[in-house]
């Protein structure tokens, strides 16, 4: 039982230690981003531009997976979705999903 309770607070600390470099990492971002921003040298607007395309890109992928999600589970009544008797690889679904949520 004590190997059990050490081993618990030894995971504890990990993802502590984890989260402590989470925090210094975001804390460093605004200088790692300057960085970025002046090695390649591109102006603010396309700047800006290219951070609401990655953005929404990001979004776009998690409405996709849930799309597929919610495609893949059964839902009583509702038996035949645009998933049924599919036939697509995954990344044929993940593309359908991807084109139908944008």
Known sequence: MAKVARFSKISKLIRLMRLVKIFK?????????????ASIAIG?????????????????????????????TSV???RDTWYSGHTATNWETYIQAFYFTV
């Open 44 to 72: 603010q607007g396309l700047e800006r531009l290219l951070n609401i395309f990655l953005q929404f890109m990001f979004t776009n992928h998690i409405f996709a997976c849930l799309w597929i999600l919610l495609a893949k």
């Open 76 to 78: 009583v009544g509702f």
């Open 25 to 37: 990492m975001m804390k460093n971002g605004d200088k790692i981003k300057a960085h970025f921003s």
